[in-house]
């Protein structure tokens, strides 16, 4: 399952947003380092479904259908604030980085309407500065890869020495559970200008520069601004596209989210995630203090940038800056069913350029192993097991090994 990371500042609500991400509730407060450990949960992709397209009424297994919005599951992770010298150990910032590590993309939460200051604590909107905050959390980040680097370059030397291993295969050995990947690490050494240079002779500039160039590769990375209810966010808001453009920045108020599925999940309001509206059910059944809740989003937040951007936040992450596709095997062709009768049951979130032959090792080895081939559903045609697989087909794949049973 595709693994995303929140990373950030303490306080900067990267707790609120997983929770509101997951609906479980882990403990949220404003004191720094309440998160003492990493949580991991599920949380979900959005995806316009093919039901209505197919004009079929489906039964998702693997996944959720809301009002034609599909939902698919992710693993979230939620990691404590990462503090100045995290790359050091400080904070428990081994163990936190290790974990990030883990992840196939980040999201980097910013107090963007500046009430945290420096180190983390709450301190009246304005005063902070998300922009630098940013960057001391990266620079936390490129620490570590220079760190584990460093730390496995003998290694890495001998590797190379014996003749039996190339620089690029010595480096996947020491970086692989970072999800690094060759061509990561071909590209970072031609960024770095050091593809020719041995690992003994690297400088002090060379190990920090293919750092950086494998942690934008390795990491992608969208930029949550939250607190967009907040006073001076907008200001902060512009400065942060103006810094790292438009398509890496999401407003947000993680907040006024968890409040909505919360009175969603208590029958109070109609709500889908990553919608623009929410409708009240019973206007009397609310309490003064809920009332006044969910005017203030209504009017700070969907007023002001139009959704609370969590589910924004997770779909741009897995659709743009991964790539995924959505892809929804079916057993039965005609049907769009499994053997059970269940319609579109599973929706598959595919990286780059997979093949059906990819999408049926996914699914199960056997179907892999006795692939003959695989049709569109939509247009009925058959496909080749090298067919690169497009965001929303319904395959049906036709094995020897299914046939069998
Ligand atoms: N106004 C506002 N406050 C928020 C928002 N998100 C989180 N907070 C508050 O910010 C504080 C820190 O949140 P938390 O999720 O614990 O931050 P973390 O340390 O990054 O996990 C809490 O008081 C939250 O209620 C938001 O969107 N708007
Ligand atoms: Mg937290």
Known sequence: MIRIGLIGKTNTG???????????????????????????????VQTLCVCKEFRVKDNPKNSVCINGWRFIPIELI???????????????????????????????????????????????????????????VEYELVQWYKRVLKMNSNKIERM??????????????????????????????????????????????????????????????????????LGPAEENFEKLIEEFGRQFVVPC?????????????????????????????????????QKWALEYVQKRVMGRIFRTGVQ???????????????????????KLSDKHGNILPDAFLMPPKSTVLDLAREIHSDLAKGFIYAIDVRSGIRLPKDYILRDRDVISIVSASKKKK
């Open 14 to 44: 990267k707790t609120t947003f997983f929770n509101a991400a997951t609906l479980l509730s882990a403990e949220i407060s404003t004191y720094p380092f309440t998160t003492k450990q990493p949580n991991i949960g599920v949380a979900y």
């Open 78 to 136: 939620d990691l404590p604030g990462l503090i100045k010298g995290a790359y050091l150990g400080r904070g428990l910032g081994n163990q936190f980085l290790t974990v990030a590590m883990q992840a196939d993309a980040l999201l980097h939460v910013v107090d963007v309407s500046g009430s945290i200051d420096a180190e983390g604590r709450i301190c009246e909107p304005g005063l902070g500065n998300p922009i630098a905050d940013f960057y001391e």
């Open 160 to 229: 190379v020495k014996s003749g039996r291993y190339d620089i690029v295969e010595a480096l996947y050995s020491t970086l692989s559970g970072m999800k690094v990947t060759k061509n990561h690490i071909i590209e970072s050494l031609q960024a770095s200008e050091i593809e020719d240079k041995p690992i003994w002779s690297w400088t002090e500039q060379d190990y920090e520069k293919m750092a950086l160039e494998l942690r934008i590769r390795s990491k992608p990375t969208l930029i949550v601004a939250n607190k967009m209810d």
């Open 253 to 289: 108020s993680a907040e006024a989210e968890l409040a909505l599925r919360r009175a969603e999940k208590s029958g109070l309001i109609e709500y889908t995630p990553g919608t623009e509206i929410f409708k009240v059910i019973n206007e009397e059944k609310l309490t003064p203090k």
């Open 312 to 334: 924004q936040a997770l779909n741009t992450t897995v659709f743009k800056l991964l790539e995924m596709s959505v892809i929804y095997p079916v057993e039965d062709p005609v």
